[in-house]
Antibody, heavy 115, light 112 residues
Framework: EVQLVQSGGGLVQPGGSLRLSCAAS????????MTWVRQAPGKGLEWVAC????????YYVDSVKGRFTISRDNAKNSLYLQMNSLRAEDTAVYYC????????WGQGTLVTVSS | DIVMTQTPLSSPVTLGQPASISCRSS???????????LSWLQQRPGQPPRLLIY???TRFSGVPDRFSGNGTGTDFTLRISRVEAEDVGLYYC?????????FGQGTKLEIK
């Protein structure tokens, strides 16, 4: 059974940093692109970032470029999202997901940016 | 960026009746490999999204056959042949042809 278990959300002040983690199981992690998607409270879905199987290619939505970094550790079957210089508008539930076409989703973790 | 536009944004439907949602992209979603990476997702209240359909018309594992997708180029449709109570929620189209990937605004399916 495919599982994506997320951790690392919480409350952070504007300008602060946070690292999200996603532990994958039930599939060969190293053979899949992985994706982060977010959903602001009461809003729709927004694609955030994607990383290739071996980490050699990374893509970001413009609003997070230079502030967020997607990474992975295939030995640990884990995906990460390092978020720096956080803004109020980054407040959202963040989902990790498998693949470029997003076949499986994690449970989501809430990130709240507020003073 | 490719803009995805869904209609309607809200769809009240009678149980047992069909429903359809349209999604239009601002440019063709056909990729250089010949595939069209258009997906449909369902999000029930309080839950993560769930993949229903990918590459326009392929149902994902475990998805009931009352869900179907079709379309080509820039115009796509999700159809539910007979709406059930468990189908209530938000439906999104998503393109994974060109970075940044983008979603439609979402269509709220509710029971009349």
């Amino acid at each position: 059974e495919v599982q994506l278990v997320q951790s690392g959300g919480g409350l952070v002040q504007p300008g602060g940093s946070l690292r999200l983690s996603c532990a994958a199981s039930g599939f060969t992690f190293s053979t899949y692109w992985m994706t982060w998607v977010r959903q602001a409270p009461g809003k729709g879905l927004e694609w955030v970032a994607c990383i290739k199987e071996d980490g050699s290619e990374k893509y970001y939505v413009d609003s997070v470029k230079g502030r967020f970094t997607i990474s992975r550790d295939n030995a640990k079957n884990s995906l990460y999202l390092q978020m720096n210089s956080l803004r109020a508008e980054d407040t959202a539930v963040y989902y990790c997901a498998r693949g470029r076409t997003i076949t499986y989703w994690g449970q989501g973790t809430l990130v709240t940016v507020s003073s | 960026d490719i803009v995805m536009t869904q209609t309607p944004l809200s769809s009240p439907v009678t149980l047992g009746q069909p429903a359809s949602i349209s999604c239009r992209s601002s440019q063709s979603l056909e990729y250089s490999d010949g595939n069209t990476y258009l997906s449909w997702l369902q999000q029930r209240p309080g839950q993560p999204p769930r993949l229903l359909i990918y590459k326009i018309s392929t149902r994902f594992s475990g998805v009931p056959d009352r869900f179907s997708g079709n379309g080509t180029g820039t115009d796509f449709t999700l159809r539910i042949s007979r709406v059930e109570a468990e189908d209530v929620g938000l439906y999104y189209c998503m393109q994974a042809t060109q970075f940044p990937y983008t979603f439609g605004q979402g269509t709220k399916l509710e029971i009349k």
